[in-house]
């Protein structure tokens, strides 16, 4: 990709409703699609897919590499970093839930944590118990994932609020479109 394409705002504008049964130029070869992006430069989808793919595993790198430097698992960062970001107890099938991480890794970080000292269970049972930091907990989390949470904000203030608007609202538009042809595979049978 040269620097011209690369400056090109990645923002779809789309001139129809959605088509429901599109049909695909996916030969299983290559990929073809074009679409019009913002400033009316033609992409074909393999470009945008490449880039999108290359940003989302560049932000996923950057926590991962916080992680390390803050002697973390990534999965210990993000439950820490979920707790302090939601300043009251948890429990492990909300963090499941607000992590998309599977209870067994959620499971280990929180029994990292717990072996540590930074975090205590009290109430319910099983899953259902509440997830408190506690004091030593609170002291890691402000080392670690409050600079964190400061560095995400000092982002979000240096974006324009219609900025903020269109990054979200572009990323649930996505998502839902995701969900939606994914679930013909779900429902496909995975038989030769």
């Known amino acids: 990709m040269n620097q011209t394409e690369r400056d090109i705002p990645l923002l779809i504008i789309f001139a129809k409703p959605l088509d429901k049964s599109p049909k695909s130029d996916y030969n299983g070869q290559s990929l073809i699609s074009d679409f019009q992006v913002q400033g009316g430069a033609a992409m074909k989808f393999t470009q945008f897919n490449e880039e999108y793919n290359r940003l989302y595993k560049e932000e996923d790198s950057l926590y ?4 390390r430097h803050f002697h973390l698992s990534s ?3 993000w439950v820490l970093y979920t707790l302090e970001a939601a300043q009251k107890p948890l429990t ?4 499941c839930g607000l992590l998309c991480f599977s209870k067994q890794t959620i499971h280990s970080a929180l029994k990292q944590l717990e072996r540590e000292g930074c975090l205590r269970l009290s109430g319910g049972s099983g899953r259902n118990k509440n997830i408190h930091l506690t004091g030593a907990g609170l002291d890691l989390a402000a080392r670690t994932v409050r600079p964190v949470l400061r560095m995400e904000e000092l982002a979000f203030l240096d974006m324009t609020g219609e900025d903020r608007e269109r990054l979200l609202t572009l990323h649930r538009q996505r998502m839902e479109l995701l969900l939606h042809y994914a679930e013909p595979l779900f429902h496909s049978s995975q038989e030769e």
């Open 75 to 77: 999965s210990a960062f």
């Open 64 to 67: 991962h590499r916080l992680a």
């Open 92 to 95: 492990q099938t909300e963090l």
